[in-house]
């Protein structure tokens, strides 16, 4: 679901520190929710297991990310 104009234009208002605050906090409302698939366990140790066989297989954070997103 994207983002209303509403509120997409208060949080682009927000200095960076505030925007990190309010981050975070869905973060953490987010963590104590979330309950992961079957599947994304499954897709989570089949990674876990292919970088301890394989470490030099994974990508720096940011790079990971872009990845993704393409």
């Known amino acids: 679901m994207p983002v209303s104009s509403t509120l997409a234009s208060q949080l682009e208002g927000l200095p960076a520190d505030e925007k990190a605050v309010v981050a975070d906090a869905l973060w953490r409302q ?15 140790s ?14 720096p954070l940011g790079e990971e990310i872009k990845r993704l997103r393409r």
């Open 30 to 44: 987010l963590d104590d929710q979330w309950q992961p698939t079957a599947a994304q366990l499954t897709a989570l």
């Open 46 to 59: 089949q990674r876990e297991a292919a970088v301890r066989e394989d470490p030099a297989s994974t990508l």
